[in-house]
Each structure stands twice: as C-alpha cells, then as structure tokens.
C-alpha cells in the first residue's frame, strides 16, 4: 500500500503544472463561476518584472488579466462581493492580441495573483460576445542579477539551485574520499555493519533526491516549468530515506546489536514486530498526508509544512517519532547496568534528536521571517541538519575509542567478526 501511494505521487507530477511557465484553459463559465479564474501565484520582486502570455486564438470577448497582492486577494476572495472584488486588483491588462507582454514593477518582495476575468465575470446570464475556451500560456519573470526580467525563479525559490549544486558536490566529495573506507569495513563485517548498511542506504537516498532536486532546478531555470516527474521522485526518495533511518534508529534505540542476540543476517532486523509496525504505520501515514498536502496545491516543494494545516501535520508526526524514539532509548537505558552503554545511548540520542527535531524546529524558526523567505529557510535548514546528523551517526558507529570499547563489551551479541588486529584499535 505504502509504495502504490509513493508511486501515484511520481505519476501524477507528469500530469501537472509545475513551475512559472503556466499552461491550461481560459474559460469564461469557470471565470464566471469562480468570479474571477485564478490562473497562477509568485514572489515578483525588482524592476521590471515580466508576464508574458500567449493565447492559441484571440479573445473574444472583453477579458482582461488583474494582478493582486496577496492580502487583497485574500480579502477579495473571502469577503467581498464580486464587483468589489474585481475592483480590487493592484494591476490590469487588457488581452487584446493573441500574444503579449506586460511589466510592472514591485519595490518589496510580494506574492501577487494572476486573475482572468470579463465584463459577464460578475454579470448573471447571457456572456458578453462569445464565451471563451482558450488555451494559454503564461510565463512570469523576475529581474535577474543584470537587471534584465529573464529569471524564472520567484523570490522564494531564489539560490535554491546553486544550494543544491554545493549539497550534491558535498556529498561527491565525501563519498570520494571516505567511501572506499566505508565499503570496506561494511564488507569485512565489523562493528555495527548492519547500521552502518542501514545508515548508508538512507544517505543514499537522501543524495539522489538532492540530485533529482538540482536536476529539476537546473531545468527550471531555463523554462521556467522544471521537470515535476524528478521533483516528486526527490519526494518519495526523502519519504523511503526517513522510513529506513527510522527503521534503523528505532531498532538500536530498542538494544539491537547492543543487548540483543546474536544478530548476524540482515533477516534478523525482522524479529523486532514492535518496530516493524511502528515504522510502517507511521510511514504510511505520512505518506498519505505528503500525498493529500501535495494533490490540494500547484505548488509543489520537498518540504511544504508552513503552507497548509495538512503540511503542518507532518510536523507533529515528527513529533510523534521524537516522542517514540525518546521512549525507547530511556527504557533501553534504564536496562543497561555499563556506563560506557549509557555513554554510548547518550551520544546516540543526542545525534538522533538532531535528525527527528530539525524539521518542526527549523519550521516554527521560518515563520520569524518574510513569507517569501520561508521555503529557502525550511529547505536548506532541513537538509543540513539532517546531513549533519548523519555525519555524527557515522563518526558515532565508526568511532575507535567509546564504540569499541562497547563493543569489546559486546562481542556476544554484535555482528561484529573479531580482527586479530583489533586490540590494536587499527580495524578498518
């Protein structure tokens, strides 16, 4: 179930819209049912900025584009009646050619509303000339560094691709020169070989969604549309990388490999139906919720909690996993009579915490700042405490002074095939 939900996820991204070139339908019946067809949303910032359109036939009727600021657009749209609320768009363009070009100007960072409307919009009966079914597009630019409007990316998404670009580098460089260690000691079976398996499969996930996340940037910044199929792929990658962290964090949490039996074969990970049940359950769950947030917007972001009270909801299931983990790592710790376990639970907990809070902290922190510095805020903040959790992880399990010193304490029950040259502290 969990997978046929991700896989719709991916599918529908080839369907929609994506991005700020725009394309669909003008339609006089949903202007008129709608009082006003909404046709796209952006962060316009500097001078000039750019809408461009183009229509595949001419307007036949008096149709015209208004542009709102977002609090009057909310204000429009919840309270006034329609006349009112077609007077109170900033900006409007009269569609008189089947191709056109119009600039403004924005002195601070705003959200404005593109808006289609016509003199029948707020008219009861018959339309005014013919009803129109047109099909469009409209591309939105701001200025870029020259003052030129040919950048496609709203001031929200700003410096997304170039942080990207460095999340991407940084990952190629680390598994450059410290991936060939790794595989050798995950091959050798040494200490903690099954985390270590766990851990580096979500890393790997989580660099090849920043990799599909750049490819789509990079296509972005040339059309304006991007590629929606890698921007949702980037998505489930994120989902599937967090389940097996948690999958992996909840089972040490618990004493796997520390306090179990004999844990030799990955089949082992299975004995724990505690932790299967949990992860599965929670994972769905938060599949569902990714799925539902994402279906009820155009716009679509990796992480999207500070847009809709669904979003907000993976927020507290973040919590919830925190709450859960928390529990498990105190019970485990009350067990263990070995100061060096509870050194070794300690470290592991603080790192931990900084994986499982990172997301609803670095949220609440984003709405201290503008709106349209919320999303960049979210998402790098997101990324590079997560990435930096999972570097104290690895320095955590690779470490030749605490670990091995537990797991020499250990032995019985880690995977962990003793080295004639252990005693030496000089595995590898």
């Known amino acids: 179930m969990l997978w046929l939900l991700l896989a719709l996820r991916v599918l529908a991204g080839v369907l929609e819209c994506q991005g700020k070139t725009v394309r669909g339908v003008l339609s006089s019946e949903r202007a008129l049912e709608e009082k006003g067809q909404h046709l796209a949303s952006f962060w316009f910032y500097g001078e000039p900025t750019l809408i461009q359109y183009k229509f595949n036939a001419t307007v036949t009727s008096d149709g015209r584009l208004y542009l709102y600021r977002d609090d009057d657009w909310r204000d429009a749209t919840q309270k006034l009646p329609c006349f009112d609320k077609i007077s109170a768009a900033r900006l409007s363009f009269e569609l008189v050619e089947a191709e056109a070009n119009f600039t403004f100007s924005s002195g601070s960072p705003e959200m404005w509303h593109v808006v289609y409307a016509e003199l029948s919009t707020c008219q009861l009966g018959s339309f005014v000339g013919q009803p129109n079914t047109i099909q469009y597009q409209l591309r939105l630019f701001n200025p870029d560094r020259e003052g030129n409007p040919f950048d496609h990316f709203s001031t929200g998404e700003r410096g997304l691709l170039l942080f990207y670009q460095l999340v991407v580098l940084a990952y190629f460089i680390m598994a450059c020169i410290y991936g060939p260690q790794l595989w050798q000691t995950i091959c050798k079976e040494g200490p903690m070989y099954l985390v270590l398996k766990l851990l580096t499969l979500a890393t790997s996930l989580q660099f090849s969604a920043a990799l599909f996340n750049m490819l789509h940037y990079q296509r972005y910044s040339k059309d304006g549309e991007g590629s929606p199929f890698f921007l949702n792929l980037s998505e489930m990658l994120e989902v599937l990388s967090a389940l097996v962290m948690l999958y992996m964090l909840l089972n040490v949490a618990m004493g796997w490999t520390l306090a179990g039996s004999k844990a030799t074969k990955m089949s082992n990970l299975k004995n724990n139906p505690i932790v299967t049940v949990v992860v599965l359950g929670l994972g769905a769950i938060q599949a569902v919720l ?39 790592i105190y019970q485990t710790m009350a067990k263990e009579r070995s100061s060096l ?18 997301y609803p902290v670095i949220v609440v922190i984003a709405y201290l700042f503008p709106g349209h510095l919320r999303n960049k805020i979210v998402t790098s903040g997101v990324v590079i405490c ?34 004639r040259s252990f005693n030496k502290k000089n595995y590898s």
Do not use: I, N
């Not at 947030?293 to 996993?321: M, P």
């Not at 376990?341 to 990172?358: A, H, N, P, T």
């Open 290 to 328: 990714a799925l539902w947030e994402q279906f009820q917007s155009s716009e679509h972001q990796t992480y999207h909690a500070h847009r809709s009270a669904v979003g907000l909801s993976l927020v507290v299931l973040r919590l919830v996993l925190a709450l859960v983990f928390g529990g498990a």
């Open 341 to 358: 376990r509870r050194d070794f639970y300690l470290s592991f907990f603080k790192s931990c915490l900084l994986w499982f809070l990172s």
């Open 386 to 419: 997560e990435s930096l959790a999972v570097v104290l992880l690895y320095k955590l399990f690779l470490s030749r002074s605490l670990y091995w010193e537990v797991s020499a304490l250990s032995a019985l029950s880690l995977p962990l095939r003793m080295d």
